[in-house]
């Protein structure tokens, strides 16, 4: 399994910006796509972003795409989640996972703790 560790959340006024940070350590961590997701109060888990393992793909869900940037270091075990232009429905507690590229509700390793993001208006 691929340990997870998530960190960079925070309390954020609305429009401004936050950079997620996941480090991974265990099994190859550059051999899976990575994924972002996030938990709101109260509702399910829902997928936010994903990145191949080489990095060359992303996608994102609609409520984010020209907002967050996904990215990754693989030297570092690291995947990133540059979040702009955050808005109060960002709120939520965020985590990664390896995941599959192609089907975003295939993950592959336990949940980490996650990370808080709290944007208030």
């Known amino acids: 399994q691929v340990q997870l560790r998530e960190s960079g959340g925070g309390l954020v006024q609305a429009g401004g910006s936050l950079r997620l940070s996941c480090v991974g350590s265990?099994?190859?961590?550059?051999?899976?796509?990575m994924g972002w997701f996030r938990q709101a109060p109260g509702k399910e888990r829902e997928f936010v972003a994903v990145?191949?393992?080489?990095?060359?793909?992303?996608y994102y869900a609609d409520s984010v795409k020209g907002r967050f940037t996904i990215s990754r270091d693989n030297a570092k075990n690291t995947v990133y989640l540059q979040m702009n232009s955050l808005k109060p429905e960002d709120t939520a507690v965020y985590y990664c996972?390896?995941?599959?590229?192609?089907?975003?509700?295939?993950?592959?390793?336990?949940w980490g703790q996650g990370t808080q993001v709290t944007v208030s208006s």
């Open positions: 265990g099994r190859t961590f550059s051999r899976y796509a």
């Open positions: 990145i191949s393992w080489g990095g060359g793909g992303t």
């Open positions: 996972n390896t995941v599959d590229y192609t089907d975003s509700t295939q993950v592959f390793d336990s």
